[in-house]
């Protein structure tokens, strides 16, 4: 089994920075593309972005592209969401995910992955 931890949630104004970080531990050998999610209130769970196992490649939703970067330090068994420029629309609840995939290609369905992190309250004021 592999467990997921998210950190640095939290209350931050319109334009603001927030920096999430997730950590893997457990059977961290059996898990390469790591993801995040994010779910607002009342509506579905919305892929954000994705990293290939070694940090090679990179996906990222259209509402998120030039504002947030997803990274990953594998020494640490972490992965990373830098998220600048916020906007009131991205409040959310984030979730950090891990998939048992090595490949490159886009993992951008929630039931492509399966281990989940309990998630982090991420609050844009305008």
């Known amino acids: 089994q592999v467990q997921l931890v998210e950190s640095g949630g939290g209350l931050v104004q319109a334009g603001g920075s927030l920096r999430l970080s997730c950590a893997a531990s457990?059977?961290?050998?059996?898990?390469?593309?790591r993801g995040w999610f994010r779910q607002a209130p009342g509506k579905e769970r919305e892929f954000v972005a994705v990293?290939?196992?070694?940090?090679?490649?990179?996906y990222y939703v259209d509402s998120v592209k030039g504002r947030f970067t997803i990274s990953r330090d594998n020494a640490k068994n972490t992965v990373y969401l830098q998220m600048n420029s916020l906007k009131p629309e991205d409040t959310a609840v984030y979730y950090c995910?891990?998939?048992?995939?090595?490949?490159?290609?886009?993992?951008?369905?929630?039931?492509?992955?399966?281990?989940w992190g309990q998630g982090t309250q991420v609050t844009v004021s305008s």
């Open positions: 995910a891990a998939a048992t995939d090595y490949g490159t290609a886009v993992h951008d369905n929630p039931r492509e992955y399966k281990y």
């Open positions: 457990g059977r961290t050998f059996s898990i390469g593309v």
């Open positions: 990293i290939s196992w070694n940090g090679a490649s990179t």
